[in-house]
């Protein structure tokens, strides 16, 4: 058990529709980072937040948007979801802003199949 | 631009043997690389990290070297086990933590 926890686990939602995937970092952690990993993309960075600012902004689409709250926990809106947004969809989290060589600690991730 | 690159096909090897697996990459500069082992559906584990000026590290059964001209790390799992089987990660760190695509290992009994 990495410390950080995702939910939901699992979703199923039609196109069109919007989604709330939500984050609790290990306790302490300062950072939080959100991947997409799908078959044909392998793990991608979306965004990752510290202490509540953006810090890194990767090929996150327009449609998917994240904030992280004063209690440190995060979210990640997806929107006007698409057939090619099912994907497992991860949060990590780590203390320091992602300096090179800082370890960081995935939790399980979402399951998102949009139907 | 920038790639990871990580042996494309699957490794299967017989257990007590060595498995070895390649990470590539170009216009990176990495100062730090690290290796991560996925099991499927699950989220990445971490397991080892290599600074630019360490030519190799050591975890257990695990190695990891670090060539900077070459631009490539080699990791290495000795005396393998089928608990082994998984997928590594190569990841490098320039203002995100970047992941290669994986090399899948399965390690038959």
């Known amino acids: 058990d990495s410390g950080v926890t995702q939910t939901p686990k699992h979703l199923i939602t039609a196109t069109g529709q919007r989604v709330t995937l939500r984050c609790s970092p290990r306790s302490g952690d300062l950072s939080v980072y959100w991947y997409q990993q799908s078959l044909d993309q392998g793990l991608q960075f979306l965004i990752q937040?510290?202490?509540?600012?953006?810090?890194a902004k990767g090929n996150i689409l327009e449609r998917f948007s994240a904030q992280q709250f004063p209690d440190l926990h995060s979210e990640l809106n997806l929107s006007s979801l698409e057939l090619g947004d099912s994907a497992l969809y991860f949060c990590?989290?780590?203390?320091?802003?992602?300096?090179?060589?800082?370890?960081?600690?995935f939790g399980e991730g979402s399951w998102l199949t949009v139907v | 631009s920038q790639k990871i690159e990580q042996n494309s096909e699957a490794l299967n090897i017989q257990e007590g043997k060595t498995a070895t697996l390649t990470c590539n990459y170009t216009n990176y500069s990495p100062a730090y690389l690290q290796w991560y082992r996925q099991d499927p559906g699950r989220g990445p584990v971490f397991l080892l990290l290599i600074r630019e000026n360490e030519k190799e590290k050591r975890k257990e059964r695990l190695k990891v070297t670090f060539d900077t001209t070459l631009k490539q790390s080699l990791f290495h799992i000795t005396a393998s086990q089928p608990a082994d089987s998984a997928t590594y990660l190569c990841?490098?760190?320039?203002?995100?933590?970047?992941f290669g695509a994986g090399t899948t290992v399965t390690v038959r009994a």
């Open positions: 990590a989290s780590s203390v320091k802003q992602g300096e090179a060589g800082n370890t960081i600690y």
């Open positions: 937040y510290y202490n509540g600012e953006e810090r």
């Open positions: 990841a490098l760190y320039d203002y995100k933590l970047s």
